[in-house]
């Protein structure tokens, strides 16, 4: 028995008898092929490796400043591999003696890679480590090095209804602005009808471009929430049932949601008030919380500094980590570049073994296999280290 809720239909004798016809049909296909492996230089490698970098060099043409805090980076690369809008990429920093990556959602339309750009839009986060060095240093000429595009915040016809409602807070409207792009140059097929909460009017992050949008084409609408300032052309207040209720217009509707931590835990409790059915629900992911004490059931149970025992193939290292920082952040610091990407549970590429010691990992970011979970493997980007711990990674 297993706990999965699907059926399927036991195997007969007619699909035994099939199944043995296509023995000898395989076994001669198999010994009329080459033992070689394809070469990088086939037409579907090449296109692979277009679609699915490990890297891109990339080089910044443009740098847009958005008020005192957010800019836009217009990065340029040849080839570039295609996107869907809602996507992310990856940025490796080199940052003192940390190496280390970070995720920005892709704002610009999906059509801009095939001629060789994307755009990114960074926010400064006042307590965080990258972005305000991203921002202080970044400057045109540079070149930057980031993954391929990575996630699955992407509208999906087969999934998703026609109509989606977008709720967007802050910097967390960069992947909505490259979903109304993608509709309005024919790219993609719904409606989307934006809720974009801020603080204020100086806050919103590309107003005039996105009602500029919505002027071109009726399948994308905006309404700016504004929570500290009473203004004539916007709505006060925050994201609320029926607000959504009302966007909805009475049709059930997929809602995605992109924006910080606080955001998600507010506008959760309100579409429990809609009973929406899960499915329709798409949180887009948003990394581990710099420190764990505010996380549901974190026992707290270690603190000051811990040692990290690292295997490296045949050698061991000892790093110093911090009780209240994830075992990425350790392994960064220590200037040990194991594979990440999103930095929130969900991709696997940082995927760890853990040989002794134990972890928190907070529920909401725990992405893993259950055959991971039974082997003892971790995702280092979202967990806390409960003592000293000993694990094995594969560096990049
Ligand atoms: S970086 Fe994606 S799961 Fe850790």
Redesign the pocket.
Known sequence: MNDFNFHVKPIGLMDMLYFKKMVPARQKALSCGSAEPFSAERGANKLAALLHPKEQRLTIAEVIRHGADAKTFVLTGEPLAPFRAGQYL?FRLTIGSSVL?RPYSISSSPKWASEGKYAVTIKRQMDGFASPWILDHWKAGDAVTASGPEGTFCYEPLRDTKRVIGLAGGCGITPFLSMAYAIRDGIEDFELTLLYGSRKECDILYHGELAKIAKETSKVKVVNILSDEQKEGYEYGFITAERIRAACGGEVCSVFLCGPAAMYAFVDKELEKLGLERKYIRHELYPAPASPAKIPGYPGIANGTLTLSVRLYAETKNVPMRADETV?TALERAGITV?????????????TRVISGEVFLPEALD?RRMADLAAGYI????SYPLGNLSIEVWPE
């Open positions: 990856s990556t990425l594979p990440s990407r999103c930095r929130g549970g969900e991709c696997g590429f940082c995927r992405h995702h280092p980007c979202c």
